[in-house]
């Protein structure tokens, strides 16, 4: 099954199971669906071409992740950016941006603006995919990303891989925790991916762009694992080092690129 299908699957049989949350947002299954379900209309009216991928430069997760997952439902590729990956696209083959704020532009692109108003429906029907169209699956995420010397790398990750990652999780133990806090942006194959899979078993992913912020939320939301590199966790250390009086009691592992440790450990 499709992650985007579990995750109207999960809105269905329980709706008010809380499926993101950011440091000023909480957001329920139910609620993520009816985003999904709205843009996708909006995807419908702009009628592009399934032979091109869509960027997304929104700087609030929950709404990168909304708009991506829509793209995904029909058959568009998604690539979630920073705004400062914008400038660089059409050199990678990308002419199409939807994306919020004042600034850089796609230039000699396809320019689209994101306002909240995309999340309401407008009172016509679910948008319905073509038959004829390609099928969701076939759909790739792409990533632009620095590579180790620094300059930009595409990546382009399969719906497949994804899946492949999903099944992975009860081998790994990470399905046994709740609600978990990734550390690495949604526009980053790390980020995004982790956020894909705790929505496909019906876990709650946790995003904070700010050190302070991160750990603030692990009290306020008993977050119980955290999802990082191996560098994030050392800054996360440090910063508990500096500053003290987080409430971190719920947490029960750190989930380190491809191994975990206790929070025991590390204290």
Not at 50 to 77: M, Y
Not at 127 to 137: K, V
Not at 158 to 185: C, F, K, Q, W
Request: proline share 6%.
């Amino acid at each position: 099954m499709h992650f985007t299908d579990m995750i109207f699957f999960w809105a269905r049989s329980d709706p008010e199971r809380v499926a993101l949350i950011q440091s000023d947002k909480v957001v329920t299954y139910r609620e993520l669906a009816e985003a999904i379900d709205a843009v996708s209309q909006r995807i419908v009216q702009y009628n592009f071409n399934r032979d091109e991928p869509v960027a997304v430069s929104i700087h609030v997760p929950i709404q990168t992740l909304a708009v991506c997952f829509a793209l995904l439902r029909h058959g568009l590729s998604a690539v979630p950016i920073s705004q400062s990956v914008l400038p660089h696209l059409r050199g990678f083959g990308i002419n199409n941006v939807i994306y919020t704020g004042e600034g850089l532009m796609l230039s000699g692109g396809r320019n689209i603006r994101f306002e909240e108003a995309w999340f309401k429906r407008s009172g016509k029907p679910p948008a319905i995919r073509n038959p004829n169209q390609p099928r969701s699956d076939d759909a790739d995420t792409i990533f632009i990303t620095p590579s180790p010397t620094g300059a930009l790398k595409k990546m382009r990750v399969p719906t497949g891989a994804h899946m492949t990652a999903i099944d992975m999780l009860p081998l790994s133990g990470e399905e046994n925790y709740r609600r978990t806090l990734v550390v690495a942006g949604v526009n980053t194959p790390l980020g995004f991916g982790h956020a894909l899979a705790s929505l496909y078993v019906g876990k709650t992913a946790c995003f904070a762009a700010d050190r302070d912020v991160r750990l603030r939320l692990i009290g306020m939301f008993n977050i119980e694992a955290i999802n990082c590199s191996a560098q994030q966790a050392s800054e996360l250390v440090n910063h508990v080092k500096k500053n003290g009086n987080y409430q971190l009691e719920s947490l029960r592992q750190l989930w380190i690129d491809r191994g975990h440790v206790g929070p025991d450990l590390i204290r």
